[in-house]
């Protein structure tokens, strides 16, 4: 439940305006939203009777948005590591899920994955994933925010026969949830090498008729775009444009191998790219063109994929991974900031899921979406720019309270909905299931 309460931060970084840093400012949180933010003294007078929530050493940012993540794939974390993506996929990851998905092990991973999450200061997830609905059922569980996809596929696995079924299955998803506050809905066709044009006209009307994002993966890797071309003509972008998915409400995930017209198509239609720079080196991908996408104008969200293929859930390392590799790749210095990194992380995960009304900042009548980061450790001092501290020194063992409208799911390092010897059981027991001999 919301937890009406004035939290005193040493500094306060609301995101929006862009590159602001407060210093002896408060947040008034009243029925699991910003009331106000402004000084601290202020605060005390205009609200006398909120409990005080002392944060002497600590930056309070917005929650975290992570714009792209499987995450029940969270039980399969190093199953198959040092693989490249097709061969991984294929020959172990496929297999795998096609022995074991189903709702009690997309339930218990996405619970395992929301705890990992929350611990990191990940408030808001983006889940592309088999049972979307068991998903839900976890977030809810853990307090935790989430966009569920609608996933289609065209061909068959555990959770549905074909496009058909995944879409019916999906819509009656939404149906069910889509009175829980805390969660959201996207399309979530899996990329242009699983899903046909037929499917994916049929994904573009829904996504019209239910005001949807669509969340789908996209020139990942240099075979994919080579085996779409052999088989359409035209790259897979291209071919996105032509069916009429590109729009606002279009989230690119990965998006490592585009050339300047294609960065020009993403800019002139308002897309957003979920950026998943750890995942994409992991799997030698590439290296998403991040510097020219923010020059363009796109809007840049960050994500972990799954820890499948992280195989950490960790926006902190994101935030420094993805700033250092625009550095590198462009040649300048200034290319990805620790602002804007940490407002990719933020509100630009917010506004590419269609949710920066409610989150993504720390604005009065937004959504109590918080996460407190202790700077006092020997290895961060000294502290002359807490942003700068956030992407390039801190890390998710830092943060110390996280609140989701309001309700504290994390306090000095405690899960609060999560009993953490029960979740740790649980993966025990099906790490022991998935590593059996399957003759």
Avoid at 38 to 43: A, R
Avoid at 158 to 175: C, F, N, P, S, V
Wanted: include cysteine; hydrophobic fraction near 45%.
């Amino acid at each position: 439940m919301p937890t009406d309460c004035l939290i005193e931060p040493r500094w306060l970084v609301p995101v929006r305006p862009s590159g602001t840093v407060f210093e002896g400012h408060a947040v008034a949180i009243v029925d699991g939203r910003i009331a106000a933010l402004g000084p601290t003294e202020t605060l005390r007078r205009q609200y006398p009777d909120l409990p005080r929530r002392g944060l002497a050493d600590h930056v309070l940012i917005p929650g975290l948005v992570n714009a792209h993540t499987h995450a029940a794939m969270s039980l399969m974390r190093g199953l198959a590591d040092d693989l490249p993506l097709m061969q991984w996929l294929q020959q172990h990851i496929w297999p795998a899920e096609a022995r074991h998905v189903g709702p009690a092990f997309v339930f218990d991973g996405t619970l395992l994955a929301a705890a990992e999450m929350l611990r990191g200061g990940v408030t808001c997830m983006n889940d592309m994933y088999f049972f979307p609905e068991d998903v839900g059922r976890a977030a809810l569980s853990a307090g935790m925010r989430a966009a569920l996809g609608l996933i289609v596929i065209d061909f068959p696995t555990a959770y549905a026969t074909d496009a058909q079924d995944y879409l019916a299955k999906g819509i009656a998803m939404r149906d069910a949830l889509k009175h829980e506050e805390r969660l959201s809905f996207c399309m979530a066709p899996h990329a242009p090498y699983t899903v046909g044009d037929a499917t994916l006209e049929r994904v573009v009307m829904l996504a019209e008729q239910l005001q949807l994002p669509i969340h789908m993966h996209v020139h990942e890797t240099v075979d994919e775009i080579r085996e779409h071309v052999a088989r359409h003509a035209v790259r897979p972008l291209e071919r996105m444009r032509r069916l009429g998915l590109l729009g606002p409400g279009f989230l690119g995930v990965h998006s490592v191998h585009l050339d300047e017209d294609e960065i020009a198509l993403f800019a002139a239609h308002g897309c957003s790219v979920a950026h998943c720079p750890v995942s994409n080196l992991k799997l030698a991908s590439g290296i998403a063109p991040v510097a020219a996408l923010l020059d363009a104008g796109v809007n840049i969200a960050l994500g972990t994929d799954g820890a499948a293929s992280n195989n950490r859930l960790d926006l902190f390392q994101e935030m420094r991974t993805a700033a250092l590799l625009a550095k590198a790749t462009s040649g300048r210095a200034d290319a990805f900031g620790a602002h804007r990194a940490l407002e990719a992380a933020t509100l630009g995960g917010a506004i590419a899921l269609g949710l920066e009304a409610g989150i993504g900042s720390i604005e009065p009548g937004k959504a109590a979406d918080l996460t407190a980061v202790n700077l006092s450790r020997l290895e961060l001092a000294p502290v002359y720019d807490p942003v700068s501290h956030l992407v390039y020194a801190a890390g998710r063992e830092d943060v110390t309270d996280v609140w989701v409208g309001g309700e504290p799911v994390l306090t000095d390092r405690m899960l609060t909905r999560i009993d953490e010897t029960e979740l740790l059981a649980r993966a025990r027991h099906w790490q022991t299931t998935l590593a059996a001999p399957t003759n």
